[in-house]
Nanobody, 118 residues
């Protein structure tokens, strides 16, 4: 089983930047895809960005402002968030799809709060 630990959330003013990190750990696993999702109060969880191999995918609302990247050697995924807006305020969750012992599974992090003040 894979465990995920996120870090980097916090409080920032509009226009500011934050960098989220998510480290995956466990035994005998191979990561296929990594991504970030977010959930604002009263709203459903939504995709922010994903990375699979060298391919990335972004929600329209964050294109041009957020960048997802991955360090495969460290089993770590990053989300660089620039030009933050109050509507980016949410709990951000890391998600990883992985293979372990011939089976594909996925794991979620505990979430990290991002608050953008106006």
């Amino acid at each position: 089983q894979v465990q995920l630990v996120e870090s980097g959330g916090g409080l920032v003013q509009a226009g500011g930047s934050l960098r989220l990190s998510c480290v995956a750990s466990g035994r005998s696993f191979s990561i296929n895809a990594m991504g970030w999702y977010r959930q604002a109060p009263g709203k459903e969880r939504e995709l922010v960005a994903t990375i699979t191999g060298g391919s990335t995918n972004y929600a329209d609302s964050v294109k041009g402002r957020f960048t997802i990247s991955r360090d495969s050697a460290k089993n770590t995924v990053y989300l660089q968030m620039n030009s933050l807006k109050p509507e980016d305020t949410a709990v951000y969750y890391c998600n990883v799809h992985y293979y372990s012992w011939g089976t594909m599974d996925n794991a979620w992090g505990q979430g990290t709060q991002v608050t953008v003040s106006s």
